[in-house]
């Protein structure tokens, strides 16, 4: 598998391979396949694995789920998870579906326009009017809330003290231990 090509312990490498095939099953089916023709879940899959094989020290995972059935990026998300309890493994992940990120995440940035607009806990970020409204969908009692039924966009934007809404929520996150043995997110 692509990743360990430069590493010199063969077995070792073996070995990451089968931890991968731990992580993603779908995979060992799959060895006598072209990459370009897998699926869009099968690929990432291969990339993620293909990253691992090559040990490193901190992963950065762009939108893993777009293109991806529901299901197929739920799983995905729950072994990118997995990955980073068991390996300790920094992992920074932009995602969009603010709801998985908040999920996942212990710290994380709310970037609107190329420009960090809001950051903090996820307990934090999840109490936040602005937060809770906009990107999660919910009022403050935990009720989901109808696009419709939100205060126009233009008129909340305090945050950025701009005029006019912006791009939709792009909430980085990097599930990763820092020095003190916590779980952080970018």
Same mark, same amino acid.
């Given at each position: 598998?692509?990743?360990?090509?430069? @590493?010199?312990?063969? =077995?070792?490498? =073996?070995?990451?391979?089968?931890?991968?095939? /731990?992580?993603? +099953?779908? &995979?060992?089916?799959?060895?006598?396949?072209?990459? %370009?023709?897998?699926?869009? $879940?099968?690929?990432?899959? &291969?990339?993620? $694995? @293909? !990253? &691992?094989?090559?040990? #490193?020290?901190?992963?950065? &995972?762009?939108? #893993?789920?777009? /293109?991806? !059935? +529901?299901?197929?990026?739920? /799983?995905?998300? !729950?072994?990118?998870?997995?990955?980073?309890?068991?390996?300790?493994?920094?992992?920074?992940? *932009?995602? =969009?579906?603010?709801?998985?990120?908040?999920?996942?995440?212990?710290? %994380?940035?709310?970037?609107?326009?190329?420009?960090?607009?809001?950051?903090?806990t996820r307990e934090k970020l999840s109490e936040n009017e602005d937060v809770r409204e906009f990107y999660?969908?919910?009022?403050?009692?935990?009720?989901?809330?109808?696009?419709?039924? *939100?205060?126009?966009?233009? @008129?909340?934007?305090?945050?950025? $003290? *701009?005029? %006019? #809404?912006?791009?939709l929520l792009t909430l980085g996150r990097a599930i990763f231990p820092t020095w003190r043995g916590r779980?952080?997110? *970018?």
């Open positions: 598998m692509v990743g360990g090509h430069y @590493r010199a312990d063969r =077995q070792a490498v =073996q070995d990451d391979i089968e931890r991968v095939y /731990g992580y993603f +099953p779908r &995979l060992r089916g799959l060895t006598k396949r072209v990459s %370009g023709y897998l699926s869009g $879940g099968e690929m990432q899959m &291969l990339l993620v $694995g @293909r !990253a &691992l094989i090559a040990r #490193p020290k901190f992963l950065m &995972l762009d939108e #893993p789920s777009v /293109g991806l !059935a +529901p299901n197929i990026a739920e /799983g995905l998300f !729950a072994t990118i998870e997995a990955i980073n309890r068991e390996q300790g493994l920094t992992i920074l992940l *932009v995602e =969009q579906n603010a709801h998985t990120a908040m999920a996942l995440c212990d710290y %994380g940035y709310i970037i609107e326009s190329g420009r960090i607009v809001l950051h903090g999660l969908g919910l009022s403050l009692e935990n009720e989901r809330r109808s696009f419709r039924d *939100v205060k126009h966009y233009k @008129r909340r934007n305090r945050w950025l $003290g *701009v005029n %006019g #809404p912006r791009n779980r952080s997110a *970018v």
